[in-house]
């Protein structure tokens, strides 16, 4: 178990925090028991189908970050890697797919608390599947689609990347001499295909980082010469370089890591062993071993690039590339997706570069002294860092300043090329590797790290090779014209910022400086302002400490962790990339709070419409010194900016403010709620694309003290109370937002209530509906008298709506975090949404839901008060604000609750949102059902018309603002033998303890039954609109919309959590503190402002919310409860909505569907079933599927008969599009992949589409059918009931209706037969009447049975099947099974003979050619007989586009 709480969990609201930290351990231990169950059971069978369930759980467990036991995760690996190394065969992929993804999740994140013990074989056995060429290669038999085959070999080569540490000892020694014999012969792929395993599996770490003896048969010295023999002997081949490189970086690394760790440690030494130097002597250098091949590797380096200089090759000699075999490609290619997806020569030269950078860096050692007595002068280092002699780590840097010239002309912002991305990869490789290896190395030595007699780096060569670095920044990469190149420069720079402050930060003042005072230099300011963003702390904590170190009122204060004055040789250092030109160090340093302090008034006008990059780059400096320099406006700290903050907030907003009013100019037309609006936002709001707008406004007015925070509310309150700016509400709204956390009773107070006063008093000047409550009114009493549902003569002009808008938008935004504050204003808020809700707009109806969803968040949900806390001082920077780790951030709530404030709501505000979901909640399901007592509007009275639409509109919006407003938070059906699934429960571990992690996101209100009420009421209204109103597109959607949200409670907050996550991840990565930072504790992780942890903490409660109602499976739960009604009515009108002739309509219940899809199992069946009659093209398909919605009988409604089978014939092609896009989403497709019962149905459904004769629905359907088999590999063995076989505990409820069950007699000699036979079955199941189904009528009648019309030779197809039975029940002999294949083939081929249905014969046919390989003189039998011939029907038969023809040849080459 981890030390230390992390923040996550630590900072969340303390009585959710108390009970996840007192749970879910005991959860997760019911998890892994139950795990253990499962596969017992599975064992027995042959298959680990039952244990997938549980897959999703123990992954939402590993990142929920609790403290769970370590000997539970051990156990829960142990199992999950018994279920991987069990394979049987192609079935068992995607079962081995899905635990090796969960294995490799906790191994990443449990790596050093686990104590696991990993055997290589079986995992080697595993990928050479893959590998027919491979040494004890078994080959994978039978068929198995490209996609389910791809995805199997990436889950692999992770699970065994992250396994490596946990091999045995002696590991690295079996490995090589397995593989040595493949490199006998390195002119034959054996020898490429051997490199790439020996660097995937060969173990080259020391666990833990402590002192270890290395496996006792390995010897790196012999080992590394004869490899390095190996690499030269093929001098062209990109994929052979990245292999060797790959190895000997990371064996560089552990080397160092070992040697760093063998002279710190004051254990006693280990028992000698044989091969290798005994530990109690000093270990050698690791660079002895390096030493003589060093120009080699170097040159290999340089090699990596390609470039056209000296004797590496350049592009032109792409044609001399020794290319690998088609499977190595495969299997070892998909291992480099991590770093960039382009085509495989590219990848290869992207690994090449990243770990030759690698290499040179954990190459690095400090000079060695001159022996005792010896006359040999130090090796020092001349001014512009390099060695002056050769000689130990001289040598190196030495190699490197060779690279680096010949590599500082490609930086040039002139010279671009195909290099350039390598050259990025390189740049960043270098840096990433330098801080990890100064950080590894200061907390393996401790306090003793630079002030003691060390190995570790010491400043002087870590500032020699930044030196060399900033050579290839300064003036070149940072100012690219490739974005990307420019963008990593910059970070670089600021980590180089971190670790030599004197030697890198004259060079970005510089560099800043220059751009913002030279006219011609003013297109490299944007670069510019970006690298001061991320180097200001840095620059900051330089001038704290060199000012802490002057005050002697900070004498007390902890000694700065790093001196300046010996930041790196040769005193000032001037050579290029240290600042020529610039005052002294001490002159800089001096005035650092100054220059920045000048920045931010300098950079005002950077504030422009006209130049987005130059804006952004400006607000993430603001950024990043408001997250450092603490309270704003407080004078009482003698190391405060000088600026006049009140003349800066002043220019500040107006800049805003005029930006605004520009990006409204530059599209007016946009108006608020149009769909081109809603996709066309302005770069402020595109955070993901890295924009830091709200969180710089937000930041900055929390820190503001009082007088500040006061002139902005007024600032603020004179322009939204004389300006309506159209089309830029989203982003006046977000500053709104930010004051309105930053003083919600300010802001409500002279904000929120003027906006709120204007937009009503508009409203209540003009004509309004009583749509709002037609139940109740007088006039929906006069119009149930005959009066039409007619809108009011004067409606709003386009200005007036406008202006609602623009209010209604500040409103809302003003609402959320208000909390408390709102109480004073409620009666005001009520009214304006009555109000907005009885408008004649659809617009102003939309905002009033927003308004009211984000009214009733405000009310019941949990969020932090103090986000933007303030938690104190750097101890060793006078000035400058303290940033975090996860360890310091558990340190500070180490048995005291979080530094966060949360929002609870209190009695008050809770009976205020009961109230309101009770008025627009029950109000909304009351007008729904006097609306379902309405008749048809006449489409003669357009104003009727659109009357009606408003009213079903303005309640179905009452209702998604009520569901999406309370989410988790209003109780959700029941799910469990009539209790209500929670996600705090008791403290015991019961049968009714939902094994799911514990989150909510507020507080509970409301009653279960407001869901099943609200259900049934939607389900009529589904069926009236469907039948009345079926043109309705937006109305249509809006109910498919209302019914998500009504039964998958967590899918908002999860969406929310991951958007947010995305944005704050990205954010925290331009405001962190690297770990290797000398003012970081050792062993901390990197530092961030406490805002970000801040937001991560909420992210992570929305998150844990979403988990803990979606899908809950509780202990001794072995199938998922049956389907509520509520559930089955509200997935019958989804099913329909998805196949309704309108694609609009279609997408929108196609989302809802998917989520309750996965969240009910057994719905998939229902789907599958209901669906499939759409995918055939049956005529009157669609009718059914409504009349069942209606609860009607298949043969009622004979007036309308006539009129159905017409709509049928138009809907038919829009019907099988929308069921062929249900049939391709995540849960139905594994369903048919994996379950004999669904695929039955589905290959007979593709088969019979062929009376579909519309282009598009053939190849919509030709698309599942390629997605199909791309991803299949072959079910659970099955077993007919009836034939005699023995019987098996019933393990699904439902299987008696198929008459199938599944079968554990797939094994011994035998299987192979019995499952070829399954599959002759499946496809004769769908020529003949299936018992307990459908039975065979005679030959001639002209009846169905399965979707196909019965022909001659249907009576042989059931004969048929009694012979195929047996075997496919896998009893008897071999011999008999033989026998019964053999009477197969005979029918088979009766059939083929005597059928007159062309489909028939080929049926027949491929029955034919795969029962005939069953036989014993036969080849290994396999799937893809039947898949290739069922292939060859879709795409010889049927009009395709052309964009199929890429996926028919990687069907066949699969194949």
Same mark, same amino acid.
């Given at each position: 178990m981890d030390s230390y709480a992390h923040p996550n969990n630590s900072w969340l609201p303390p009585d959710v925090a108390a009970q996840a930290e007192r749970e879910e351990p005991r959860r997760f231990h019911a998890v892994v028991e139950e795990v253990q169950a499962a596969w017992k059971r599975g064992k027995e069978q042959g298959h680990g189908g039952e244990t997938l369930k549980w897959v999703s759980v123990v992954n939402s467990f590993v990142a929920s970050k609790t403290r769970l036991e370590i000997a539970d995760l051990q156990l829960v690996s142990e199992t999950a890697l018994d279920i991987i190394t069990s394979y049987r065969g192609p079935r068992d992929l995607f079962t081995q797919i899905r635990w090796s993804q969960c294995v490799s999740r906790i191994l990443r994140k449990h790596r050093s608390s686990l104590s696991l013990s990993i055997p290589w074989q079986p995992l080697y056995s595993i990928l050479v599947i893959h590998l027919p060429s491979a040494p004890g290669s078994t080959p994978l038999r039978g068929y198995v689609g490209a996609a389910l085959l791809q995805i199997h070999i990436n889950a692999i080569t992770e699970l065994i990347r992250r396994s490596r540490r946990f091999f045995p000892p002696g590991s690295a020694a079996d490995i090589w001499a397995f593989l040595r014999p493949q490199f006998a012969d390195v002119s034959s792929n054996d020898a490429l295909e051997a490199a790439a395993l020996l660097n995937l599996f060969l173990p080259t770490t020391c666990r833990h980082l402590a002192p270890y003896e290395e496996d006792a048969s390995s010897q790196w010295s012999v080992w590394v010469p004869e490899w390095l023999s190996l690499w030269f002997s093929i001098p062209q081949c990109t994929f052979w370089d990245a292999q060797w490189l790959s190895i000997l970086s990371r064996l560089a690394k552990h080397q160092q890591l070992r040697h760093q760790h063998q002279t710190t440690s004051s254990s006693p030494p280990p028992p000698p062993s044989p091969s290798l130097p005994s530990s109690s002597s000093p270990s050698p250098n690791p660079l002895s071993l390096w030493a003589p091949h060093l120009p080699f590797l170097f040159q290999k380096i340089l090699d990596s690039f390609s470039l056209p200089i000296g004797q590496s090759p350049s592009a032109t000699s792409a044609q001399l590339e020794r290319p690998v075999s088609p499977a190595c490609a495969r299997v070892f290619l998909s291992l480099l997706d991590r770093w960039q997806q382009r085509r495989a020569p590219f990848q290869q030269q992207v690994v090449r570069a990243v770990a030759g950078a690698k290499l040179a860096v954990w190459l690095l050692a400090n000079p060695e002294p001159p022996a005792a007595g010896s006359d040999a002068e130090p090796v020092s280092l001349g001014s512009d860092g390099v060695a002056e002699k050769q000689g130990g780590e001289a040598s190196v840097l030495r190699m490197f300043d060779k690279v680096s010239n010949d590599l500082e002309q490609f930086f040039h912002p002139s010279n671009g090329g195909e290099w350039t991305g390598l050259l990025e990869k390189m740049l960043h490789s270098a840096t990433y590797h330098l801080v990890k290896r100064i950080a590894a190395e200061k907390k393996i030595h401790g306090d003793r790290y630079l002030s003691g007699p060390t190995s570790a780096l010491s400043r002087a060569t870590t500032s020699a090779f930044i030196r060399l670095l900033l050579r290839l920044i300064h003036n070149r990469a940072l100012f690219s014209k490739s974005p990307n190149l420019s963008a990593v420069a910059s970070r670089v720079a600021a980590s180089l910022s971190y670790l030599a402050p004197r030697v890198t930060l004259p060079v970005v003042l510089e560099s800043f400086q220059g751009a913002l005072t030279t006219v011609t230099a003013t297109h490299q300011l944007e670069s510019a302002l970006s690298t001061l963003a991320l180097?200001?702390?840095? =620059?900051?904590?330089?001038?704290?400490?060199?000012?802490?170190?002057?005050?002697p009122s900070t004498t007390a204060r902890t000694a700065a962790p790093y001196s300046m004055e010996v930041d790196g040789a040769g005193g000032e250092g001037a050579g290029e990339g240290s600042?020529?030109?610039?005052?002294?160090w001490q002159e800089m340093i001096g005035r650092a709070r100054e220059v920045v302090s000048e920045a931010m008034v300098a950079t005002l006008p950077g504030i422009d419409a006209n130049d987005p990059p130059k804006t952004l780059a400006t607000l993430h400096l603001y950024l990043s010194v408001f997250s450092s320099i603490g309270p704003i406006g407080d004078d009482s700290s003698p190391f405060s900016l000088s600026i006049d903050w009140s003349t800066w907030l002043e220019d500040f907003l107006s800049r805003l403010f005029s930006l605004f009013s520009h990006l409204e100019s530059a599209a007016p037309t946009a108006t608020v709620a149009t769909a081109a609006a809603a996709n066309e936002r302005s770069f402020l709001m595109k955070e993901a694309e890295g924009s830091t707008f709200r969180s710089t406004v937000s930041l900055l007015f929390a820190r503001l003290s009082p007088p500040l925070l006061n002139q902005v509310i007024s600032r603020?309150?004179?322009?939204?109370?004389?300006?309506?700016?159209?089309g830029c509400e989203e982003e006046i709204g977000t500053v709104v937002a930010a004051l309105a956390y930053a003083a919600p009773e300010a802001t409500c107070n002279r904000i929120l209530a003027g906006v709120m006063d204007s937009a009503l008093s508009l409203l209540q000047s003009l004509p309004a509906t009583s749509f709002l409550a037609l139940a109740e009114s007088p006039a929906a009493a006069a119009a149930a008298e005959g009066e039409a549902l007619k809108l009011p003569a004067n409606q709003l002009s386009t200005t007036q709506e406008a202006t609602v808008l623009f209010h209604m938008h500040l409103a809302s935004n003003a609402v959320p975090f208000s909390g408390s504050a709102l109480i004073a204003h409620k009666d005001r808020l009520t009214a304006l949404i009555n109000a907005a809700f009885s408008s004649t707009s659809q617009k102003v109806v939309d905002a009033a839901a927003d308004l009211l969803q984000k009214f009733l968040f405000a009310l019941i949900f949990f969020y932090p008060l103090n986000e933007y806390t303030f938690l104190g001082w750097e101890e060793s920077a006078a000035g400058v604000e303290r940033w975090v780790s996860k360890q310091a951030a558990a340190a500070t709530t180490q048995g005291t609750a979080g530094p966060l404030q949360w929002h609870v709501p209190s009695a008050e505000e809770t009976a205020l949102a009961t109230q309101l979901i009770d008025n627009y909640l029950g109000g909304a399901l009351r007008d729904l059902r006097w609306l379902l007592t309405r008749p048809a509007t006449s489409a003669s009275s357009s104003s009727a018309a659109t009357g009606a639409k408003l009213a079903w509109r303005v309640a179905l919006r009452r209702l998604w603002a009520v569901f999406s407003g309370t989410r988790t938070n209003?109780?959700? =059906?029941?799910?469990?033998?009539?209790?209500?699934?929670?996600?705090?429960?008791?403290d015991t571990t019961g049968p009714d303890t939902p094994l799911a992690v514990v989150g909510r996101s507020g507080v509970s209100v409301g009653d279960v039954a407001v869901r099943e009420e609200a259900a049934g009421v939607l389900h009529e209204a589904c069926v009236w609109l469907v039948r009345q109103q079926r043109d309705d597109t937006q109305t249509l959607a809006l109910l498919a919309e209302v019914e998500g949200l009504l039964l998958n409670p967590g899918t908002l907050e999860y969406s929310d959590s991951l958007h947010g996550l995305r944005v704050v991840k990205q954010q925290a990565g331009l405001l962190s503190e690297p770990k290797g930072s000398p003012w970081m504790k050792a062993g901390e992780t990197r530092r961030r402002p406490p805002w970000v942890l801040a937001e991560l903490a909420y992210e992570h409660l929305l998150w844990r919310a979403s988990q803990a109602h979606f899908k809950t499976i509780y202990a001794g739960q072995r199938r998922p409860p049956p =389907?509520?009604?509520?559930v089955k009515i509200v997935l019958g009108d989804l099913l329909l909505l998805s196949v309704h002739r309108y694609a609009s309509v279609q997408g929108v219940a196609r989302a809802s569907l998917e989520l309750i899809l996965k969240r009910f199992p057994p719905a998939v069946g229902t789907a599958l079933a209901q669906l499939a009659p759409c995918v055939a093209g049956e005529a009157g398909a669609v009718t059914r599927l409504r009349r069942m919605g209606e609860g009607s009988d298949s043969n009622g409604d004979k007036e309308n008969g006539n009129e159905g089978?017409? &709509?049928?014939? #138009?809907?038919? &092609? &829009?019907?099988?599009? *929308?069921?062929?896009q249900v049939f391709m989403s995540r849960p139905i497709m594994r369903k048919i992949a994996q379950d004999w019962r669904s695929l039955a149905p589905f290959l007979s459904a593709l088969l019979a589409s062929q009376a579909i004769d519309s282009l598009k629905a053939q190849n919509s359907i030709t698309q599942v059918f390629i997605a199909f088999v791309s991803r299949f590999a072959g079910v659970n063995p099955i077993r007919p009931r009836g034939w005699g076989?023995?019987?098996? &505990?019933? #393990?699904?409820?439902?299987?008696?209706?198929?008459?199938? #069950?599944?079968s554990g007699?797939?094994? *011994?000699?035998?299987?192979?037969i019995t499952t070829q036979a399954q599959g002759a079955l499946t496809l004769l199941w769908t020529m003949a009447g299936a018992p307990g189904t459908a039975a065979a009528s005679p030959a001639g009648s002209g009846a169905t049975a399965g979707g196909f019309p019965v022909v001659d030779g249907a009576s042989t197809a059931a004969a048929a099947i009694s012979a195929v039975a047996a075997a496919a029940a896998g009893v008897g002999a071999v011999s008999g099974q033989a026998s019964a294949s053999s009477q197969a083939v005979a029918a088979s081929a009766a059939v083929a003979a005597a059928a007159t249905h062309w489909r028939y014969t080929l049926m027949a046919n491929a029955l034919l050619a795969l029962l005939s390989s069953s036989l014993p003189s036969a080849s290994p039998p396999s799937h893809h007989h039947i898949l290739l011939l069922l292939l060859d029907l879709r795409l010889s038969s049927l009009p395709l586009s052309p964009s199929f023809s890429h996926h028919t040849c990687l069907l066949t080459t699969s194949a």
């Open positions: 180097s200001v702390r840095p =620059l900051l904590l330089a001038a704290g400490q060199t000012t802490q170190a002057d005050d600042g020529e030109g610039m005052d002294t603020v309150e004179r322009y939204v109370s004389s300006t309506v700016v159209r209003l109780p959700d =059906l029941t799910t469990r033998f009539g209790s209500q699934a929670s996600g705090l429960a008791s =389907l509520s009604r509520a089978d017409m &709509e049928e014939k #138009e809907d038919r &092609e &829009e019907a099988a599009v *929308g069921a062929c076989a023995p019987g098996m &505990e019933q #393990e699904q409820a439902g299987s008696e209706e198929n008459g199938w #069950e599944l007699a797939n094994n *011994g000699a035998g299987g192979d």
